[in-house]
């Protein structure tokens, strides 16, 4: 069977090593840019780092022993995936520079791919691997054509600033304006956060493994596993299955940690009022940080509550009508988090396009196949458990599950599989209702929340989805077999 693989980051990476090993050799992964690695390649931000533990953010088949820290800093993430792609020939199997435009399929049962630079494929199967936070969102402020400084998301950072001596915006106050404010505050000639919401800060201290721990973990791959299945465990019941359930303990147990760290570590009333978030605990995406409050209150770092009115030439003016002065402003504003496979044009069956399926929102069985597409699958699409376990995690069990499918199909049982209409708008009723009980709806802006307030993410406990994607229930997908 021949198959594309759509984007080279961590879920891609994921399938071609995957069917590569399962000894399909007929895999090509289409790749935008240059290199492998997806989400950490474009955040190289200053402080990128991931908040789910480096021994937990990796590969069951590709346990790193020699992680530098708790939770490894973006840049020895990055260099992880390219090691894992060049261990396993990836990067051989890899169009590089070469955008997936348009995904077309055929009546006579495969489909058409065709790419930016004007080549085209048929393939049997499709896996979109496409990502989840990878479009960045960024508003558009009054004047901002005027800015006379450096200007950027924080996914695209201009690294050939010197920041040194540059008085610095960042516009947000998520997971990533955290990081770049632990980073940056005091190390540049000013620093300005500008916070339209404080955040809930979980005091989690990342500490390094040293020469000892690694040698230890590299000798006995065992303690690799475990350490990996500790890790799993504590996330699952500490965060993932709290966040789905906002009455349950751990909520207040978050918020208690949260509130103490505000507590101790802020102790001009003032900015701790404004630093005190005013919603529930883990609504928006909980910010992990050991540092953070200790950062905002370095020399030459300000917090600034007043909301943005206008970009000027020199910089931000406040609606309090201040003029913040700035030679650069970071955009730490998010990303499109609806985006999936989008832009690419996808057509299946009798020519349905997937602009017009996904009009109003995304979304998927499972989060893996959408009706009259047949043989197209994806890895974290919508509605997944995006933001609660460790997002390999879930692209392993899913793509098992996506080679349950597979098999069918290179069998010779199927030759054509897709979810089928009435269990995917059984699913997603289901899903709408266990959304309500979520932490995410109990009253917070997050990019968890679709269009009319409903979280887009999987509301269920993690051993839920554990059970569903252990193997696929026949009777929820529409299989055509040869006539
Ligand atoms: P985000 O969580 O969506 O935060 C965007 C921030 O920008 C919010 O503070 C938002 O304010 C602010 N904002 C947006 N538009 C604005 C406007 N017009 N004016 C003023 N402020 C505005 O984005 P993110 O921090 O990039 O993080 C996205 C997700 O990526 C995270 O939730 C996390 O899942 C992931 N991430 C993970 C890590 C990690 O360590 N694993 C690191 C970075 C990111 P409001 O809150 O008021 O809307």
Not at 445 to 465: C, H, N, V
Request: some cysteine.
């Amino acid at each position: 069977m021949r198959f594309a693989v759509i984007g080279a980051g961590m879920a891609g990476i994921l399938s071609a090593v995957k069917l590569r090993e399962a000894g399909f050799d007929e895999v090509t992964v289409y790749e935008k840019a240059d290199r492998v690695g997806g989400t950490w390649r474009e955040n190289r931000y200053p402080g990128v780092a991931c908040d789910v533990p480096s021994h937990l953010y990796s590969y069951s088949f590709e346990l790193n022993p020699q992680w530098s820290h708790l939770f490894s800093p973006g840049d020895e993430i990055q260099k992880y995936f390219e090691s894992v792609s060049s261990k396993y020939g990836v990067e051989e199997m890899t169009r590089f520079g070469d955008e997936v435009i348009e995904c077309e399929w055929l009546e006579r049962g495969c489909w058409q791919i065709r790419t930016r630079s004007g080549h085209d494929a048929e393939v049997d199967v499709i896996i979109a691997a496409t990502g989840v936070l990878h479009h960045p969102s960024k508003p558009e402020i009054e004047g901002m054509d005027d800015f006379g400084g450096s200007m950027f998301h924080s996914a695209r950072w201009d690294h050939d600033l010197d920041l040194d001596n540059a008085r610095v915006g960042v516009i947000g106050t998520g997971s990533t304006a955290t990081q770049i404010t632990s980073a940056l505050a005091g190390n540049v000639a000013h620093f300005d956060l500008f916070q339209r919401t404080a955040q809930w800060i979980l005091p989690q201290e990342n500490p390094a493994y040293d020469e000892s721990q690694r040698a230890a973990f590299a000798d006995d791959p065992k303690s690799l596993e475990d350490i990996h299945q500790q890790f799993s465990t504590i996330f699952a019941e500490g965060f993932a299955d709290a966040v789905v359930d906002a009455d349950s303990p751990q909520i207040h147990l978050i918020a208690d940690a949260c509130l103490s760290n505000l507590e101790e570590n802020v102790p001009d009333g003032e900015l701790k009022e404004s630093l005190r978030p005013d919603y529930v605990a883990a609504c928006k995406r909980l910010v992990v940080s050991p540092d953070f409050y200790e950062a905002i209150q370095r020399p030459r770092t300000s917090l600034v509550t007043s909301g943005i009115d206008r970009i000027e030439k020199n910089g931000i003016r406040t609606v309090d009508g201040v003029l913040h002065e700035l030679d650069v402003i970071v955009f730490a504003t998010g990303f499109q988090a609806d985006a999936f496979m989008r832009p690419m044009n996808v057509i299946g069956r009798n020519g349905i396009e997937l602009a017009e399926v996904w009009t109003d929102r995304p979304n998927a069985y499972l989060s893996i196949s959408i009706p009259e597409f047949p043989n197209l699958f994806m890895l974290n699409g919508p509605n997944g458990p995006v933001g609660n376990f460790s997002l390999i995690e879930v692209a392993e069990l899913q793509f098992d599950y996506i080679f349950q499918l597979i098999q069918c199909l290179d069998s010779g049982d199927a030759t054509e599989v897709s979810a089928d209409p009435a269990a995917t708008r059984s699913f997603e009723a289901d899903r709408v209702e266990a959304a309500k009980s979520t932490v995410w709806v109990t009253g917070c802006r997050s990019w968890y929340l679709d269009d009319r307030g409903i979280p887009s993410a999987w509301p269920w406990k993690f051993s839920r989805f554990q059970e569903e994607m252990a193997a696929p229930n026949m009777d929820h997908w529409d299989v055509r077999s040869p006539t």
